[in-house]
């Protein structure tokens, strides 16, 4: 079993910046790809940002040149450096990974908890 443990959410004003981390832990052998999904209220749980193993990243449109996706792979944490933040990014957070774990192979998906930033215009 792999678990995922967000922080950095938070309320914050139109313009300003968050960091959100993320930290798995448990079983595993090797995570493939980490990244970052929100889910705002009444809509769809969207991808917001990716990161593979090797560093290659992927951004939702909207998201592109405010937000950078960053890993330490020592760690198993990736980061979310959110800058010019505007009241539509306000939005839970979810953090995922996918993974291979000792004993039961894999790679699944896993996903934290969920962290809220809130950006007030």
């Known amino acids: 079993q792999v678990q995922l443990v967000e922080s950095g959410g938070g309320l914050v004003q139109a313009g300003g910046s968050l960091r959100l981390s993320c930290t798995a832990s448990?079983?595993?052998?090797?995570?493939?790809?980490m990244g970052w999904h929100r889910q705002a209220p009444g809509k769809q749980r969207e991808l917001v940002a990716s990161?593979?193993?090797?560093?290659?990243?992927n951004y939702a449109d909207s998201v592109k040149g405010r937000f950078t996706i960053s890993r330490d792979n020592a760690k198993n944490t990736v980061y979310l450096q959110m800058n010019s933040l505007k009241p539509e990014d306000t939005a839970v957070y979810y953090c995922?990974?996918?993974?291979?774990?000792w004993g039961t192979g894999g790679p699944y998906n896993y996903w934290g908890q969920g962290t809220q930033v809130t950006v007030s215009s």
């Open positions: 990161i593979t193993s090797g560093g290659s990243t």
């Open positions: 995922n990974a996918n993974a291979y774990t």
């Open positions: 448990g079983s595993i052998f090797s995570i493939n790809y």
